[in-house]
Each structure stands twice: as C-alpha cells, then as structure tokens.
C-alpha cells in the first residue's frame, strides 16, 4: 500500500466536516488517520466521542506514545501538539505555533519527514492559515495533498490559504473526499481528479 | 543546502526535500546528541525523536546554520551555544492549578490517604518554575496537611529552579490562574497567596517553608528517599519509551506501597513493565496507587 498515514487539519466547521468524511470511511479503511481539530484548550474527550458516534472506524484522544493503527481515527487532545514518529505519535506542550496549539503545521510536518511520499494531508474548513505550510511540506517530501473546495467549507479561510500554498493541490468538494480518501487507500486511482476552484 | 525560514516558519522542519536524507540526518542527530553527552554530561539521547529533531532544526533556523553537522560544531567548541540549546530542549510550559479537575480528583481521593500519615513525603519531578509545587503547597494548607507534608521538587535545570525559589509570576496570568483556582476546589480567594511586587506577583514564602528545591536529572540520577506521593506531569512525554520505562523503574522504587504516582493528563502507564504494580484511582486523572 502506498500511503502509511491520512493526516487532516481543520478547525471551524470542523465537526460537521469530519463527520461527514470519516463517517463515509468503512471500519477496514487500511490507513491511520490522525486528526487536528483546532478547540479551546479546556475541552474534554468530547469530540473523539462525537465523531466516534459518526463512523464506524475507531476514533481515539490521542495519549502520549500512542501506537498508529489502521481503521483509527487518532484525534489530537487539548492544549498538546501531537508529532508523528515511526508507527506513533508523541505529545508535547511546546509553546503554541500562529497561536495554536495542536498546531496543525507542527503536524503535518512531522508526519511529512516520518512518512514522507507515503502522507496524505488534508486540509477542511477554517478560519485561520494553520496547515497551509505543513501542507506545503508534505508535498515537498513527496506526500499527496488535498484540499477541500473552499466553496463547499463553512468557512474558507483555511482551505483557500492552503490552495494558495500548495496549487497542485487535489481540490474536492465536501461530498468527494471520503470517497477519495478510499480511492488513494487501495492504491488503484492515483490520477489527479481536481476540481476548479 | 537550503533552510526553510520564511516558507516553514517556526515549525522545526528541516531542510528542504533535495537535501534531505532521512537516515543521514539521524546518523548526525545521533553523533551531536553524543556528543553534548560525553562533552558536557547532559544526556538526551533518548528522548523522543521528533520533538528534539524539531527543536535542534529551531536552534540551526535561528543561528542560521546550514546543517545539522555545522550545529554540532558550534555546540562541542562553544559552551554559550550549548547554553542557548540547553533551554530550547528544556520545555518549560506550566501553570498553577493546571488541569483543575486534576486537583479536584486529588482533594476527593488522595487527601483522605495522606490524613492517615503522620508525616507526608512528596516528591515533584520536573517542577519547572514551580507553579504547580506552589499549587500543591496551598492545596495541602487548605486541607491541613501542610504542616506535616514535605515537598521535594526537583528539575533537571538550575535556572528555572532559582525562579520556583524567587516565587515570582507574571501578573498577567494571575486572572487565569485564578480562574484555575475556583475551578480546582480552592478554598479561599487567591489573591490572599500573593501581592503585587517587583513587577510581578510575589508568593507568599510560607508556602515554600516545606519546600526543598533541588537540581535532580531523571535520566542519570538515582532514586534519592521514600515518597508518598510523585508528580511527574508532562515530562515524560519527551523521552522515548525505554527511557519512560525506565524512569518508572525509578518512581516505583522511590514510592512507599500504596504510594500515589501522578501523571501528566495524556500520559499513560500502558505497555509499561510497571503497568501492572498500579491501580489507577479515579479514572479518568491519571492518579496511580502502587498496589504490588
């Protein structure tokens, strides 16, 4: 299989649009997911649990050292940034990066130079630019980047500053990119199917 | 060779993708991080992999060094260099009465055991500037238990252990901390802990009259008494996983049976060889009573 970690990034409207891809994802989805949902520093297990009652494969808050497993949905915890090592991720309370902490650049990142050609980064809805760089980056190491159509995101900030940073992006409507996901995981269709933006 | 400074801001990550060489960027890591040990004693050669990669490629973006090789230089013949480094791969991130639910667990479960001690030894692993020791300070004199408790709290780093003694904070977090405060069950108004001084917020000093402060390093140094109670909270998250086994191995023979050991909240005892010398007590606060 080509592809050893699904790495996504959102933050507003962030929920309804996870919900909506991971829950188009069949519980045997071979790759591991790791998930940067930008929240307030003090909430709790809440949206592992909301987006655990969304789909059928296993959603868990990332503890320090976790193992990835395949058919996982890893979700980043409150106020830690989560780094992608060699087959799991460590957590650490480095200083917030463009104010957030999980910083989904400082994610992206480390997945991009563990997994390198073998990361797929997902940019969704927001509004702020966290991503765009770490996206960059995973196409610098070879990893495939996808986009969700900025005019399919509750708020397009985010999705359209990662567009602007990465034009060969992958860009796909809301509707398309569970479906996607699943298409690059069997490793059959690896021709681009980008959408005007 | 290209460094990547104003594409991948502040993210730590490394050169670009034509210099890149995974395996040989790890064989430098590994020379460098042996040679700060055998040079200057400090040892991180097990500490986790992506975070202190990240943060060397920090210190080389900020020096604007061309590789990971010409940092080692810099490092083995300039000891300032090593002081900068020092402090970029210590993370000092703290706050008084974080995790509040953390100190609620704690007053509902854990107090009722120390009422039952005569005298209580408490051991605070990587206390970084202190807030949480001084948190612990007040939490025992609101339950009464200060008087016959002794704190032993200890970091790695010289500098931040001159400030948890100076007892100085920033004002400016005080409204959060004690918003911290209300929420950890305090018991009393928080400003009655400190007065606005020397442009910051001075603690009150009886809180640190059971304190002892001391330089300890977890990687290399032994187990130093007997507590009843350890906080290791968000330091092990750094070290690789034989190290945090390791470092258990030297909480579990520093706690008294059915001494209480404290985690980080998103830390984990799981596939540890100890995991099973622990009870958790009130999932889910990472709040472990050592049963065997």
């Known amino acids: 299989m080509p592809y050893s970690i699904v790495a996504m990034g959102t933050s507003w409207g962030g929920l309804s649009a996870l919900t909506k891809i991971l829950g188009g994802l069949p519980e045997e989805f071979p790759i591991p997911i790791v998930v940067v949902q ?158 005007a933006v | 060779m290209a460094v990547q400074i104003a594409e991948v801001p502040d993210t730590g990550a490394g050169p670009d993708r034509q210099a890149f060489k995974p395996d040989l960027e790890r064989i430098e890591i590994e020379l460098l991080l042996e040679g700060i040990f055998r040079h200057y004693g400090f040892d991180f050669r097990a500490y986790a992999y992506a975070s202190i990669r990240r943060r060397l490629w920090k210190r080389i973006e900020a020096e604007r060094l061309p590789s990971m090789s010409a940092l080692q230089e810099r490092v083995l013949h300039e000891p300032a260099m090593m002081e900068k480094l020092l402090l970029d791969l210590s993370i000092n991130v703290t706050a008084m009465f974080r995790d509040p639910s953390f100190y609620v667990t704690f007053r509902q479960h854990v107090v009722p055991l120390l009422r039952t001690y005569p005298f209580i030894r408490i051991w605070h692993a990587g206390c970084s500037t202190g807030e949480e020791v001084y948190s612990m300070a007040m939490l025992l004199r609101e339950e009464g238990l200060y008087d016959r408790s002794r704190i032993y709290a200890t970091d790695i780093n010289e500098v931040v252990l001159q400030r948890a003694k100076a007892g100085i904070f920033p004002l400016e977090r005080m409204q959060e901390y004690t918003d911290n405060y209300m929420r950890a069950g305090g018991k009393r108004s928080f400003s009655e802990y400190y007065t606005a001084k020397y442009g910051g917020a001075l603690f009150d000093q009886s809180l640190t009259k059971n304190v002892v402060f001391s330089q300890h390093n977890l990687v290399t140094d032994r187990s130093f008494s007997e507590f009843n109670v350890i906080l290791c909270r968000n330091v092990l998250i750094y070290f690789d996983k034989t190290l945090q086994s390791k470092v258990h191995g030297l909480f579990y023979d520093s706690l008294a049976m059915f001494g209480v050991l404290v985690l980080g909240s998103k830390e984990t005892l799981r596939f540890m060889s100890h995991e099973e010398c622990y009870q958790q007590m009130a999932p889910p606060e990472k709040i472990f009573r050592k049963v065997r």
């Open chain 1, 38 to 195: 930008h929240r307030s520093k003090d909430s709790d297990r809440l949206l592992a649990q909301l987006l655990g009652d969304a789909t059928p494969l296993k959603v868990v808050e990332v503890e320090d050292k976790d193992a990835l497993c395949a058919g996982t949905v890893h979700v980043a915890p409150a106020n830690y940034h989560i780094l992608v090592e060699q087959g799991y991720l460590s957590l650490t309370t480095e200083e917030p990066v463009r104010f957030s902490r999980p910083s989904i650049d400082v994610m992206f990142t480390s997945a991009a130079d563990t997994y390198r050609s073998e990361t797929i980064g997902l940019i969704l809805t927001g509004a702020n630019e966290d991503g765009a760089s770490g996206l960059a980056h995973i196409v610098k190491r070879g990893g495939r980047a996808l986009i969700q159509d900025p005019k399919t995101a509750e708020i397009p900030i985010m999705p359209e500053a990662a567009v602007q940073a990465v034009p060969t992006a992958e860009v796909l409507g809301l509707d398309d990119l569970a479906a996607r996901l699943l298409e690059l995981s069997r490793g059959a269709a690896t021709v681009d199917r980008r959408t």
